[in-house]
């Protein structure tokens, strides 16, 4: 499936909602995330509507949801895909600036490291193309 595509996204979405080690690390997180791919000219970005360990719907954001969300995560594309094949971790790309916070608080979001590692993890079992 294609990087970022809806059907990436469904899949994503399913991926997410089996992996135990997210729900069990993700009480309390009620908030809406964007992962987003900053050197497309299209700046591509998808909204995770996640909630106590559940995601409960991925699209493709557009500018409201960039404004209503909580965080935005960001990479370019061969960050992403480096982290999605595990040739590096979200921990390593976020030390060498390379994944970044784009909006939201690195201290809210501290509690939930382990949420969004296993977010990562859930998406590198999605079988990716990479254009």
């Keep these: 499936m294609k990087f970022f595509s ?9 991926q997410i909602n089996l992996n135990q080690e997210y729900k069990n690390s993700s009480g309390g997180w009620d908030w809406l995330l964007i992962l987003s791919i900053k050197d497309r000219q299209d700046n ?16 493709t954001a557009n500018q409201d949801d960039i404004n209503k969300c909580h965080f935005i995560i960001s990479a370019g ?18 030390m060498m600036k390379s994944l970044t916070i784009d909006k939201g608080n690195m201290s809210e979001l501290l509690p939930y490291v382990n949420s969004l590692k296993e977010l990562l993890n859930s998406a590198t079992r999605v079988q990716t193309e990479f254009i």
């Design 77 to 94: 594309k061969e960050t992403w895909k480096k982290i999605l094949t595990g040739s590096l971790s979200a921990m390593q790309a976020m």
């Design 44 to 59: 591509q970005s998808l909204l995770l509507d996640l909630n106590n360990g559940e995601c409960r719907g991925i699209k």
């Design 6 to 14: 809806p059907e990436w996204a469904a899949e994503l979405k399913n």
